[in-house]
């Protein structure tokens, strides 16, 4: 099973935040931030989204920075990704 | 009975949750979130919406997710649907 | 007496909420959920609204589905009408 | 005096709420709704409003049917009169 | 010293509201409304305001209604003005 | 060190509220209202700025009247500045 | 490891706030205003955003004053940046 995104949007998986802090203590699930980093796994096509010409510039592979409060949360074969919208990345990481 | 959506609307059919989990305890109503997955069952004829040119990239039978806080609930001879926007649709899952 | 609808605008008028449940049970006014299905009674002459241009899809004697938050209630001769835009209709049903 | 409306603004005059119930019980102001329903009075120009053409639709004499949350109240040697933009004004009431 | 409204702003001045009523009580200023009326000053170039092309249609000397929220106040000289953008103006008093 | 503002923005200087009242009593800085009047320090190049073309009309040295509730507060070597967008910017004071 | 800003967004990077005052009183994070002032790490390329055409004006190095409320924080490294629109930016320091 695979995510087909629509239009601007693109399909993020959030690696695993670390289990442990340097010092090995292990945290607790609301002292763990969400990591703002995610990988992209796939693009949707771009083209005109709400009249507006779109073209997309992330590519399977990019590690990219995104939005704190943007996207939808969808789980799929027991896997967590993020739907973002292109505009909702803020740069690529290298 | 059916439903023909007007312009970028789409109409969506959920499927139902299952009712117990994998170790077989039967859940109550809101312990089960609702699943964002829906099987497209109408699509519009897109168009000319709000200014904008709208193609269809939906069509009967595709399985989506769509975003959680969109749509309309509707009751139509005791089935629900979901009348949604196309751009409320995220991803096509294959 | 009649109301002639301006611009992209619709008259629908409800059809009557069954007074009793199927097991026979009169209900009260509080668990009477609005119907959401309504009958087109007149339809404005679309063309330019607010900048933008709009084709009529809908006809007097169609049944619609609307959106539950949208429209205004009009009382004329004792009738109650809603008057929506049809951008708040949300499918026809055949 | 009167009213010269600029722009797509249309002057409304409601007409005096019934004193009475059918019945003949007299209203106190409280359970007095105020009619939605109000005469043509004057007609703005239309013309480029917010950079989109209007052209006017109504004239001086029509009934109309408002919305209910819409306008600015004016009163002018004593009269009170209703300032609306035309795209305010839902039906012609014939 | 005087006041040039940039843009499609224009300058409007009101008249002192009576301080008695018909029958010669002296009024307290919370129950003295503002009155909605004023005088025009001074009248902006127009010209292209955010994007779109703005005439202006009032000119100094018109006796003008304006919006109840619409507006900055601005003392000058010990004298009170209003500055309002040619939208807020809903009619001219003849 | 000086500010350069980009696009259609506008670096603003109050001047130093009078700390004294006519009949000589020190406010505290609680009654002391902002100024809304400022000299114009420096001003952007304008051009396409959000989509759509402004040109600037107030030059450095130019007493304004600016809207009340806008602008970003910045202090440069302890000296403090405004700076608005010219379409905050609502009358030069001649 | 570095961030590559897309469309009309802009890397900064704050520079440490002083930890004393003048008088040398070591201040707490709570009476420390976070400075406003910046330095452009990484300009993203502009172009088409949103659908309107976005020239980048500031380029690394450049000093800037940016919206008090504007921009995500984002840690890379151990070391924290601040992701902004360029229309964010308010002025360069020169």
């Known amino acids: 099973m695979k ?3 629509l239009a601007d949007r693109v399909v993020l ?3 695993t935040p670390e289990e442990k802090t340097k010092s090995g203590i292990i945290l607790t699930s609301t002292s763990q931030e969400k ?3 995610a ?3 796939a693009v949707g096509p771009g083209g005109v989204v709400d009249g ?3 073209v997309m510039n992330v590519k399977p592979g990019d590690m990219v920075i995104f939005s ?3 996207g939808n949360e969808v789980k799929l074969d027991d896997e967590e990704y993020i739907i973002v919208k292109q505009s909702d990345i803020l740069a690529i990481v290298e």
Chains 1, 2, 3, 4, 5, 6, 7 share one sequence.
């Open 35 to 37: 990591p703002q980093q």
């Open 13 to 15: 998986k959030q690696s």
């Open 39 to 41: 990988e992209v796994i």
């Open 68 to 70: 704190k409060y943007a």
């Open 52 to 54: 507006k010409e779109v």
């Open 3 to 5: 995510l087909i995104p």
